[in-house]
């Protein structure tokens, strides 16, 4: 059973930083691609970044370029969002989604993450809260 667990959020003040950990279990982890996501209250789910964890080839949305970078820890079977220069309008909680690379479901580019609604494993989230 694929199970993911996000931890790192809380609380910082604009311009702060943070770095949240997906820690992945019960598959393969390089035979997969994982997304970090984040939904504000009355807002749509966003695709924030995602990585393929065989080569690391990494996708990152308008809004994280430039502050954010998703990195893999192949050893902790872990993928990391590091967050920079923060802003109130970053606050949501944060999922990471997992799927398997070969499926073709999801295809991760440095252009796009293509099929990022089509993630089928997910975790429970941590909030991510950035004051003005």
């Known amino acids: 059973e694929v199970q993911l667990v996000e931890s790192g959020g809380g609380l910082v003040q604009a311009g702060g930083s943070l770095t949240l950990s997906c820690v992945a279990s019960?598959?393969?982890?390089?035979?997969?691609?994982i997304g970090w996501f984040r939904q504000a209250p009355g807002k749509e789910r966003e695709a924030v970044s995602c990585?393929?964890?065989?080569?690391?080839?990494?996708y990152y949305a308008a809004s994280a370029k430039g502050r954010f970078t998703i990195s893999k820890d192949n050893a902790k079977n872990t993928v990391y969002l590091q967050m920079h220069s923060l802003k109130p309008e970053d606050t949501a909680i944060y999922y990471c989604?997992?799927?398997?690379?070969?499926?073709?479901?999801?295809?991760?580019?440095?252009?796009?993450?293509?099929?990022?609604?089509?993630?089928?494993?997910w975790g429970q989230g941590t909030q991510v809260t950035v004051s003005a």
């Open positions: 989604a997992a799927e398997p690379s070969s499926w073709g479901i999801v295809v991760v580019t440095p252009r796009a993450c293509v099929g990022a609604s089509d993630f089928g494993s």
């Open positions: 019960g598959f393969t982890f390089d035979t997969y691609s």
């Open positions: 990585i393929r964890l065989d080569d690391g080839i990494s």
